[in-house]
């Protein structure tokens, strides 16, 4: 069972980048993205289940970024846009089986990929 994260990058303010994360072993039936800054506790970003059903945001990134999910692919994506350099950090995928209420809390996530760096400077 694997999670595979890409898509991470330097840039400016305002700009735009998209994360994918690719499972492999197994098939998930939730996602999530979750990200931690240096010095700061890992925190929820977003989370969709691959039916479409169901998916949640954090407020700080309600309509700047937009998860979706490729059920074919078992493959979940984030586009970011208008980034700020607070959202610098290294962004996190999760996955799991089922969904759950508990989506916000990385504890509740079973399965993590690699992490990839996302930097919003000018």
């Known amino acids: 069972v694997q999670l595979q994260a890409s898509g991470g990058g330097l840039v400016q303010p305002g700009g735009s980048l998209r994360l994918s994360c690719a499972g492999s072993?197994?098939?998930?039936?939730?996602y999530a993205w979750f990200r931690q800054a240096p010095g700061e506790e890992r925190e929820f970003v977003a989370a969709v289940d691959m039916s479409g059903a169901r998916i949640r945001y954090a407020d700080f990134v309600k309509g700047r970024f937009t998860i979706s999910r490729d059920k074919g692919k078992n493959t979940a994506l984030l586009q970011m846009n208008s980034l700020k350099p607070e959202d610098s950090a290294l962004y996190y995928c999760?996955?799991?089986?089922?969904?759950?209420?508990?989506?916000?809390?990385?504890?509740?996530?079973?399965?993590w990929g690699q992490g990839t760096q996302v930097t919003v400077s000018s």
């Open positions: 999760a996955a799991r089986l089922y969904w759950t209420v508990g989506y916000y809390s990385s504890s509740q996530w079973d399965n």
């Open positions: 072993g197994r098939t998930f039936g939730s």
